[in-house]
């Protein structure tokens, strides 16, 4: 009868996936489109700025969804 050894793993459980707000979901569609002439260069640098937050995990402040949800309805 043979036993067979099993390593544990130093791994933390998998998080389950944390779902998109609609501010993050509209910056990810933006950031697919954000070289589209119809935005100014202003709204290109604010796409970028905060697809770059969201990104490094940052929560988005209700202006700034504001102003992306402005921009999305363009």
Known sequence: ????????SNK???QP???KSRG???VAC?????H???YTDWERNFI???AKQVDQGRKLSERQIEI???IWDK
């Open 48 to 50: 970028a700025s905060v």
């Open 30 to 34: 933006l950031r697919d489109e954000q």
């Open 36 to 38: 589209d002439p119809k």
């Open 68 to 70: 992306i949800e402005r």
């Open 1 to 8: 009868m043979a036993l067979k050894l099993v390593r544990s």
């Open 12 to 14: 933390a459980p998998e």
């Open 17 to 19: 996936k944390k779902e």
């Open 24 to 26: 993050e979901y509209l």
